[in-house]
């Protein structure tokens, strides 16, 4: 093994904070990592890592080699990308990381049209709602639903995520159709809830019988933290609730769900989709993926299509 596969190898041990976790990011064993990391050390003649049993932490010198080893790495990933542009066909490893309910219903369709075109790549997903770390744990492409926040990363727009307020035909059956937020705003809602973040106030406006930007509260009788079971729970009645529309498969009325106040306005956006990845000039690979997915969502979302006369919904005056 030469000096730049140690480099590398020593980058992740210190991104990832532990022999252990860069280990199984390496798919190799725990000791056989940790002897080229001390074997790193002997050629450069110091240390680079403090051990103890709980925590690593760097040297001086090992912050200094740190740096070189970042540059290493970048180095090496543009070469790759050189050398891929040259390429005819796409051909390679993709590895994909995304949201779990987006990644089931639109990268998955995504990823067998783009394999089924393209026979000489291999693609790995990793679907987590949780915002994995693209450059330390090496993702091509990562799939975001909300504001591209990391400096560091690329972001291409893929789709709005317009927001809506659903109940089932049984829901309205119990509590009756609520005309104003007030009336909606007192019945039993379904929430999304995750790592402290509570989606359960909207602001509603642009309606000549409300002021403009007031911020209503659900009342969230049910939180959850998957995207996927706040749907299957509006559906079962237990309580109206507001989705991003990218989250229907399917047009509403198969589900028996009904839109609510559509003649006021919700936000533009509950965070629009993005595709991040880690360069400025991406690889073919990368390139043709993204142009897929958008083939898979189209121009105008499709998922707006089920929602009869959406585009006349929640519209500002």
Same mark, same amino acid.
């Given at each position: 093994m030469d000096i730049a596969t140690r480099l590398d190898l020593f980058f992740d041990?210190?991104?990832?904070?532990?022999?252990?976790?860069?280990?199984?990011l390496r798919n190799i064993d725990r000791s056989s990592l940790s002897k080229q990391i001390k074997m790193l050390e002997d050629e450069l003649g110091t240390r680079l890592l403090n051990r103890s049993t709980r925590s690593l932490s760097l040297t001086e010198a090992g912050k200094e080699v740190l740096k070189q080893a970042e540059l290493v790495r970048q180095t090496i990933a543009d070469t790759h990308r050189i050398v891929e542009s040259f390429h005819s066909q796409p051909k390679g490893?993709?590895?994909?990381?995304?949201?779990?309910?987006?990644?089931?219903?639109?990268?998955?369709? +995504?990823i067998i049209k783009f394999m089924k075109a393209y026979p000489d790549v291999h693609v790995q997903?990793?679907?987590? #709602? $949780?915002?994995?770390?693209?450059?330390?744990?090496?993702?091509?492409? +990562?799939?975001r639903i909300g504001q591209a926040q990391d400096?560091?990363?690329?972001?291409?727009?893929?789709?709005? #995520? $317009?927001?809506i307020l659903l109940a089932s035909k049984g829901f309205l059956k119990e509590y009756g159709t609520p005309q104003t937020p007030q009336e909606l705003f007192a019945l039993p809602a379904v929430v999304y809830a995750n790592d402290g973040l509570v989606v359960n106030r909207i602001t509603i406006g642009a309606d000549s019988k409300l002021t403009l930007g007031v911020i209503w509260e659900l009342q969230g009788k049910y939180r959850v933290n998957e995207p996927e079971l706040i749907l299957d729970a509006i559906k079962s009645g237990i309580g109206y609730g507001m989705l991003g529309a990218y989250m229907l498969d399917k047009n509403i009325k198969e589900y028996g769900l009904v839109p609510l106040l559509t003649n006021y306005t919700l936000p533009e956006t509950l965070g629009d989709i993005h595709a991040l990845y880690p360069h400025r000039n991406p690889t073919p690979l990368v390139n043709k993926f993204i142009d897929t997915i958008k083939e898979v969502i189209g121009e105008t979302?499709?998922?707006?299509?089920?929602?009869?006369?959406?585009s006349d919904y929640y519209k500002k005056n």
């Open positions: 041990v210190v991104k990832q904070g532990s022999y252990t976790k860069a280990a199984n490893l993709l590895r994909i990381t995304s949201p779990t309910l987006f990644g089931k219903q639109y990268v998955q369709k +995504a997903l990793i679907l987590d #709602n $949780k915002k994995r770390s693209i450059i330390e744990d090496k993702y091509d492409i +990562a799939f400096s560091n990363l690329i972001a291409r727009k893929l789709a709005v #995520n $317009k927001p979302p499709i998922w707006e299509s089920y929602i009869d006369n959406f």
